[in-house]
């Protein structure tokens, strides 16, 4: 394999002219003939029996070329990449200049590169001081969330109603008198005052009575993720059949021995307020870093590629894919439920992406201006704690794995460099 580099007349980019034996393009021909002989019938031939001569004279010399550039383009641009220490951040545009059996399989690649982004002031930044205090409120606040979470269930058999009760329901909807998809359900438990029904919905069931009947009219939004039904008027039959409500424990000394370790109410509140003043320092220096990260790359100078946007895009998405098929989703059933389609979606990431690119390449720059560097030991001692965080404590495969190592390298030179930045900051 041989390969010239050149650059091309645009910012970062770079055009690879691959030059692949004619042995090793010829060989690559006999392998795609022996994977897919079984599916050439010829006549004076049993199927998958005609010698490769043969089938190329019957198809055409051509028929083997497609497959036989897939063998080995790849590994040869993976090898001209390595070899040339390239930093590839988008898809290669490919284009064939010469395929024949017996010649030198030649293309070319053209493809963007990572860029270097250009500093400018990263020391002395200026931002605000990010502060988060612990109020009564949010104590009460977490105390009432315990006391939901204990409460107990009652029914109610005596009054209609109210605001805070749990009513089972059944209801069907109507729009111009037609029921509509998804609009019925059955001893459904709803919770009123949750705002979980369309604006108006639950205000209307309050005052029912156990097996009252009655028709309730809303609205539907106009931003509502059903297009068929965003806007327009219904009709919703419902039926009461039960009315619960909940019980909420007294706080007290006996409510903490219940819910906690703690013996008394006071030192359950004592122990929330430490727990919240730790998220709150952990929310002050996330969102620290974050604004002097933000200072440093609205000062740096940098061009990046096209196709480096459109690939940080790609692994955004196939993020929200993953987190949606843990709620048994598809991105498409997503996407149309928000109305929206995929170009949409990627358009609404851009910015996001190229923020998160810019941070990426200003840490990059400043790890190389400040020297920053990692040692071989802190590189093990990461890989130690991710190991058991994955449950890989023995594997020796996994603790030598270069991709691994790399990776690790390159989180903790970026944690560094965060830290370089906060601590050369003028915080106000």
């Known amino acids: 394999m041989n390969?010239?580099?050149?650059?091309?007349?645009?910012?970062?980019?770079?055009?690879?002219?691959?030059?692949?034996?004619?042995?090793?393009?010829?060989?690559?021909?006999?392998?795609?003939?022996?994977?897919?002989?079984?599916y050439f019938n010829i006549p004076g031939f049993r199927k998958g029996k005609a010698p490769m001569q043969i089938v190329e004279k019957y198809y055409g010399k051509e028929i083997f070329y497609e497959d036989a550039f897939n063998e080995v383009a790849?590994?040869?641009?993976?090898?001209?990449?390595?070899?040339?220490?390239l930093q590839v951040v988008s898809r290669p545009d490919i284009d064939v200049t010469q395929i024949e059996k017996g010649k030198d399989l030649i293309f070319t690649a053209i493809m963007q590169?990572?860029?270097?982004?250009?500093?400018?002031?990263?020391?002395?930044?200026?931002?605000?001081?990010i502060e988060y205090n612990v109020s009564d409120e949010d104590i009460e606040h977490e105390l009432g969330h315990r006391q939901e979470h204990n409460a107990r269930i009652v029914s109610i058999e005596d009054r209609p109603v109210e605001s805070g009760d749990i009513a089972t329901i059944d209801f069907e909807g109507f729009?111009?008198?037609?029921?509509?998809?998804?609009?019925?359900?059955?001893?459904?438990?709803?919770?009123?005052?949750s705002n979980t029904f369309i604006p108006g919905f639950e205000d209307q069931i309050i005052g029912m009575k156990i097996e009252e009947e009655k028709d309730i009219n809303v609205k539907f939004p106009e931003e509502y993720f059903s297009k068929e039904l965003a806007g327009k008027d219904a009709t919703f039959k419902v039926k009461v059949h039960e009315i619960k409500k909940k019980e909420l424990p007294e706080l007290d000394d006996e409510f903490a021995k219940d819910v906690s370790e703690f013996d008394t109410l006071e030192e359950l509140k004592a122990d929330i307020k430490a727990k919240q003043e730790k998220q709150n320092?952990?929310?002050?220096?996330?969102?620290?870093?974050?604004?002097?990260?933000?200072?440093?790359?609205?000062?740096?100078?940098?061009?990046?590629?096209s196709g480096m946007i459109e690939m940080e895009i790609d692994n955004m998405l196939k993020d929200i894919?993953?987190?949606?098929?843990?709620?048994?989703?598809?991105?498409?059933?997503?996407?149309?439920?928000?109305?929206?389609?995929?170009?949409?979606?990627?358009?609404?990431?851009?910015?996001?992406?190229?923020?998160?690119?810019k941070s990426r390449l200003a840490l990059e720059a400043v790890i190389k201006a400040e020297?920053?560097?990692?040692?071989?030991?802190?590189?093990?001692?990461?890989?130690?704690?991710?190991?058991?965080?994955?449950?890989k404590e023995n594997d020796e495969e996994f603790a030598k794995n270069e991709n691994v190592r790399n990776y690790i390298k390159q989180g903790l030179?970026?944690?560094?460099?965060?830290?370089?930045?906060?601590?050369?900051?003028?915080?106000?």
């Open 3 to 38: 390969c010239k580099v050149e650059k091309t007349k645009n910012a970062n980019e770079v055009k690879l002219e691959i030059t692949v034996e004619a042995q090793k393009f010829d060989e690559a021909i006999k392998k795609v003939y022996f994977k897919s002989a079984k």
């Open 74 to 85: 790849g590994e040869a641009l993976e090898e001209a990449v390595k070899e040339n220490k």
């Open 113 to 129: 590169t990572k860029p270097e982004a250009e500093l400018g002031k990263y020391k002395g930044i200026e931002i605000k001081k």
């Open 175 to 193: 729009v111009d008198g037609v029921a509509f998809e998804g609009g019925k359900a059955e001893g459904h438990q709803l919770e009123i005052g």
């Open 281 to 305: 320092e952990e929310k002050a220096k996330y969102e620290t870093q974050e604004a002097v990260i933000k200072a440093v790359c609205e000062n740096i100078k940098v061009e990046i590629p």
């Open 321 to 357: 894919e993953q987190r949606l098929s843990y709620q048994g989703l598809k991105l498409e059933q997503y996407l149309q439920m928000m109305g929206k389609n995929e170009a949409d979606m990627k358009k609404e990431y851009e910015p996001q992406a190229i923020d998160a690119i």
């Open 371 to 391: 020297k920053i560097e990692v040692t071989d030991k802190e590189i093990e001692e990461k890989i130690k704690e991710m190991a058991k965080n994955y449950g």
């Open 413 to 428: 030179e970026s944690e560094k460099a965060i830290e370089f930045l906060v601590k050369n900051a003028k915080i106000k």
